[in-house]
């Protein structure tokens, strides 16, 4: 990724910002109805978990650029997902 489709990217998150749980909430929400065996992977409170998950996308977002930060994040989040019982 080069260095404008990283700031489009960037520009496009910067905008969910101020709507990041009701976001969460609506991913969690679509995943549950897709697929309502997913909500037993979930432990936490959604709000909870979808705080987790939004905040975990946004230093991704923020690294896109910076692969010797954003690699090894990226990396630790696959590793802990494997944990999880979680498939590509």
Do not use: C
């Amino acid at each position: 990724m080069n260095y404008e489709q990283a700031g489009l990217v960037q520009q496009t998150w910067a905008k969910l910002k101020p709507v990041f749980i009701s976001a969460a909430v609506l991913f969690y929400s679509r995943l549950f109805e897709i697929n309502s065996s997913t909500r037993n992977l979930f432990e936490n409170e959604m709000h909870y978990q979808g705080e987790l998950m939004m905040g975990m996308i946004d230093v991704v977002v923020a690294l896109l650029v910076e692969t010797d930060l954003n690699v090894p994040v990226v990396q630790n989040l696959g590793n802990r997902h494997v944990g999880y019982v979680m498939k590509d």
